[in-house]
T-cell receptor
Framework: NAGVMQNPRHLVRRRGQEARLRCSPMKGHSHVYWYRQLPEEGLKFMVY????????ESGMPKERFSAEFPKEGPSILRIQQVVRGDSAAYFC????????????FGPGTRLTVT | AQSVTQLDSHVSVSEGTPVLLRCNYSSSYSPSLFWYVQHPNKGLQLLLKYTSAATLVKGINGFEAEFKKSETSFHLTKPSAHMSDAAEYFCVVSKRAGGGADGLTFGKGTHLIIQP
């Protein structure tokens, strides 16, 4: 069973461009979570999705950020009009219905905004 | 609201000696608690979890943690450190009681250094 997959692993964007981060959960996992790790800080929860539904987006910035988890395909975290402060590592995690609290993390996408 | 405090930002021990990483939590309900480890430039790996069963929890790689409600603590220990244990360790609490699916709240992390 392949682990949580994220791509790209590294992404460089100029200020004002859009960033799209992809996450494929583990097989059989219907819960997806996105976290952000800023330099010198711990991980911060952003959003929790369950197939086609956003369950909790309390950690998402109000503007420029959006997330989706369509019926088919990976979950996408989209950041519009990126700014330097968006530079961070973005981690995706997934969990199964049977033990929903047990989250498995992907390797992360390191976003650099120049 | 729930939170975790990792009492040490850095811990340095010699190889073969015991490891103690301290964590205190704050929660308005009986929490689910976890320890995750992050090796340099890697993702996070679940070490162990507490979800209201046995208070002494055993995890992978010889780590264990004890949930102490009276002290609101969930310290991580290992009897004998190995060089490969050098990494960042995160104490984590679930937002939801009873172990349901929900976002996790992370501590700021403890950097474990192993001296040869």
């Amino acid at each position: 069973n392949a682990g949580v997959m994220q791509n790209p692993r590294h992404l460089v964007r100029r200020r004002g461009q859009e960033a799209r981060l992809r996450c494929s959960p583990m097989k059989g996992h219907s819960h997806v979570y996105w976290y952000r790790q800023l330099p010198e800080e711990g991980l911060k929860f952003m959003v929790y999705l369950q197939k086609e539904n956003i369950i909790d987006e309390s950690g998402m910035p109000k503007e420029r950020f959006s997330a989706e988890f369509p019926k088919e395909g990976p979950s996408i975290l989209r950041i519009q009009q990126v700014v330097r402060g968006d530079s961070a590592a973005y981690f995706c995690a997934s969990s199964p219905d049977r033990v929903p609290y047990e989250q498995y993390f992907g390797p992360g996408t390191r976003l650099t905004v120049t | 609201a729930q939170s975790v405090t990792q009492l040490d930002s850095h811990v340095s021990v010699s190889e073969g000696t015991p490891v103690l990483l301290r964590c205190n939590y704050s929660s308005s309900y009986s929490p689910s608690l976890f320890w995750y480890v992050q090796h340099p430039n890697k993702g996070l790996q679940l070490l162990l979890k507490y979800t209201s069963a046995a208070t002494l929890v055993k995890g992978i790689n010889g780590f264990e943690a004890e949930f102490k409600k009276s002290e609101t603590s969930f310290h991580l220990t290992k009897p004998s450190a190995h060089m490969s244990d050098a990494a960042e360790y995160f104490c984590v609490v679930s937002k939801r009681a009873g172990g349901g699916a929900d976002g996790l709240t992370f501590g700021k992390g403890t950097h474990l250094i192993i001296q040869p």
